[in-house]
């Protein structure tokens, strides 16, 4: 099983930036995928999730209206469109995959998202 994003880096306020997540070795279409994020010394935080099909989207109340999730199963990836950054948006940003049959949740190793000016 592999996670891997990419897309991350510094940034001023207000501008923006394209996460992805590209999965491999788990059946991509069957699990719920999400984006967290920890920044420095604080606890990891769920920042948006999708259904399997693409069809439920939820996010965080401190990113509604900025950030967007998607997702293709075709190709295997999710997608985080970040807008509007600010420097509390300043994190390590992780793709999880979920499938809650059987308790199971995959993480990636991160992509670091830094604004400031």
């Known amino acids: 099983v592999q996670l891997v994003e990419s897309g991350g880096g510094l940034v001023q306020p207000g501008g923006s930036l394209r996460l992805s997540c590209a999965a491999s070795g788990f059946t991509f279409s069957s699990y719920v995928m999400s984006w967290y994020r920890q920044a420095p010394g604080k606890e990891r935080e769920l920042v948006a999730v999708i259904n399997t099909t693409g069809g439920n989207l939820n996010y965080a109340d401190s990113v509604k209206g900025r950030f967007t999730i998607s997702r293709d199963n075709a190709k295997n990836t999710v997608d985080l469109r970040v807008n509007s950054l600010k420097p509390e948006d300043t994190a390590v940003y992780y793709c999880?995959?979920?499938?809650?049959?059987?308790?199971?949740?995959?993480w990636g190793q991160g992509t670091q998202v830094t604004v400031s000016s």
């Open positions: 999880s995959a979920y499938r809650a049959l059987y308790a199971e949740r995959y």
